[in-house]
T-cell receptor
Framework: SQQGEEDPQALSIQEGENATMNCSYKTSINNLQWYRQNSGRGLVHLILIRSNEREKHSGRLRVTLDTSKKSSSLLITASRAADTASYFCATDDNTDKLIFGTGTRLQVFP | DAGITQSPRHKVTETGTPVTLRCHQTENHRYMYWYRQDPGHGLRLIHYSYGVKDTDKGEVSDGYSVSRSKTEDFLLTLESATSSQTSVYFC?????????????FGDGTRLSIL
């Protein structure tokens, strides 16, 4: 079963706009990660946020975590065509495993 | 990029044949994972390894076996391939288990079973 579920499933925006993706999960976690996947490639790690953190930044990426609501959001500011990809959240379930959501497909139009 | 190589990158085979996929790493990471990715399901864990000869099952392990005789190599075997195992298979590595460290992924093996 999926631990994380992303919302929306698909998102289309223009270059320069901000893109927000949300992730909900079911059980308590230690950490939450976000990944990007370009078409035909493997996943690339973007950012890791720990359960005692509320917000984290990396370049144009901003991740928030609300453990009371069991949710996280990924904000990409000033989107570029190169940001076109699928984005996944992943959490642990207090085991050695990482459980991925089904992803958000982001399309950024020039 | 982390040193992960998956082979083969593409394979077409027939139902009932055995298939072995290989994942090779040069990072000396302890943990190695095999996932499959299908439309509408995201990535699902098949098996993983937490050391040489130490493996455990994931969410979708039926019909698959794994072996890890060396730190750098993790093999995934489909003993008798079925059409439902047509998928894209990804290997990943990590220094620790769970979500404490990032996982680094290979570029996948596209497997078609006719």
């Amino acid at each position: 079963s999926q631990q994380g579920e992303e919302d929306p499933q698909a998102l289309s925006i223009q270059e320069g706009e901000n893109a927000t993706m949300n992730c909900s999960y079911k059980t308590s976690i230690n950490n939450l990660q976000w990944y990007r996947q370009n078409s035909g490639r493997g996943l690339v790690h973007l950012i890791l946020i720990r359960s005692n953190e509320r917000e984290k930044h990396s370049g144009r990426l901003r991740v928030t975590l609300d453990t009371s609501k069991k949710s996280s959001s990924l904000l990409i500011t000033a989107s570029r065509a190169a940001d076109t990809a699928s984005y996944f959240c992943a959490t642990d379930d207090n085991t050695d495993k990482l459980i991925f959501g089904t992803g958000t497909r982001l399309q950024v139009f020039p | 990029d982390a040193g992960i190589t998956q082979s083969p990158r593409h394979k077409v085979t027939e139902t009932g044949t055995p298939v072995t996929l290989r994942c090779h790493q040069t990072e000396n990471h302890r943990y190695m994972y095999w996932y499959r990715q299908d439309p509408g399901h995201g990535l699902r864990l098949i098996h993983y390894s937490y050391g040489v000869k130490d493996t455990d099952k994931g969410e979708v392990s039926d019909g698959y076996s794994v072996s890890r005789s060396k730190t750098e190599d993790f093999l995934l075997t489909l003993e008798s391939a079925t059409s439902s195992q047509t998928s894209v298979y990804f290997c990943a590595i990590s220094g620790t288990g769970g979500a404490g460290q990032p996982q680094h992924f290979g570029d996948g093996t596209r497997l078609s079973i006719l």
